[in-house]
């Protein structure tokens, strides 16, 4: 009798540990995350430009294009072509957000730049298939897949840079750990987070979620959407980076602390370049400073382009 009892409050636990690993997982990465152009109250002041330059983006004529994810997921991109032979860049944008809005500023300075410009949505966003977010664990893949069919669409010669916000940013950086082709030149990577298990560490500390607490989302992510929380992330796979890479960070981040950043840069100071903008919160320095924002973006690209 005693030997039933305790089996059954065993088992009674282990199923507990499963639901609630399963609520942290479902809550926090599942769904498929389609594109709104809402914004938090915080950004209130500036919700009629971002609107503007939305629509502004979404009004230039695009190719559909697709490709196959590693693991048979159809992903979507939207390529604009401005010049022949022209760098192409591959942009990212960030954790349950869409292209047009996250670059809807920075597409206008690739475009200005007269390079050739591919947004992607990125696995369980707007039109592309999957229905898990994993913080750039396997979207690094993703990006890896993206860089290929632009070099076998475009040619063993073309240039190509990668850029990305918040989780678009880390994603772009993760991918360095695949040893990517040499047609990279450079990356640009705004707010991006040190790894996944930190920035979920600091999500947690921001709303008051116990620590310990990591552990259900931990067991949630690896059986129920099939990835590992602790897996490399930006501070490890900048280390053997051989491309020139651009860290930008608002010094007033409330989502991804900007000391995230710090420890990217300290991990290779030789190869990349921090800049931080006072007053700007998370993914905002472009509306903050746009003037500094258009000059470091037009340098970092004149260094890619002529090798300073």
């Not at 009674?12 to 609520?23: K, N």
């Not at 991006?192 to 310990?212: D, G, L, R, T, W």
Request: charged share 20%; proline share 4%; aromatic share 14%.
């Amino acid at each position: 009798m005693v030997y039933i009892i305790i089996c059954s409050i065993v088992i009674g636990l282990l199923l507990l540990i499963l639901l609630i690993s399963f609520l942290f997982y479902y809550l926090a990465f599942y769904g498929q995350f389609k594109p709104s152009h809402k914004m938090s109250t915080k950004y209130i002041t500036t919700s009629d430009e971002v609107t503007n330059l939305i629509k502004k983006v979404e009004a230039i004529p695009y190719e559909e294009v697709y490709i196959k994810s590693y693991d048979g997921l159809k992903l979507f991109g939207r390529y604009y072509h401005v010049k022949d032979n022209a760098p192409v860049n591959i942009c990212f944008h960030g954790y349950r957000g869409f292209a047009t809005r996250d670059f809807c500023g920075g597409s206008l300075l690739v475009l200005e730049s007269e390079q050739n410009l591919l947004l992607i949505d990125e696995r369980a966003s707007g039109r592309s298939e999957g229905h898990t977010i994993t913080l750039g664990v396997k979207e690094k893949y993703d990006c890896l897949s993206w860089v290929n069919y632009v070099i076998d669409r475009f040619g063993e010669d073309t240039k190509i840079i990668l850029r990305g916000i918040s989780m678009g940013a880390a994603i772009v950086l993760m991918a360095l750990g695949l040893n990517l082709p040499q047609n990279v030149i450079g990356i640009s990577a705004d707010c991006p987070y040190s790894s996944p298990k930190e920035i979920i560490y600091a999500v947690f500390k921001a709303n008051h979620i116990p620590k310990c607490l990591y552990f259900f989302l931990k067991i949630g992510v690896a059986l129920f959407g099939h990835f590992d929380l602790n897996d490399k992330g930006a501070v490890e796979t900048v280390k053997n980076a051989h491309v020139p890479i651009l860290l930008i960070h608002g010094e007033a981040d409330g989502f991804v602390p900007c000391y995230m950043s710090k420890a990217i840069y300290e991990a290779n100071p030789s190869d990349i370049k921090l800049i931080t903008f006072p007053n700007a919160d998370h993914g905002w320095s472009y509306f903050v400073d746009n003037e500094r924002y258009r000059q470091e973006f037009f340098e970092f690209n004149d260094k890619l382009l002529n090798n300073k």
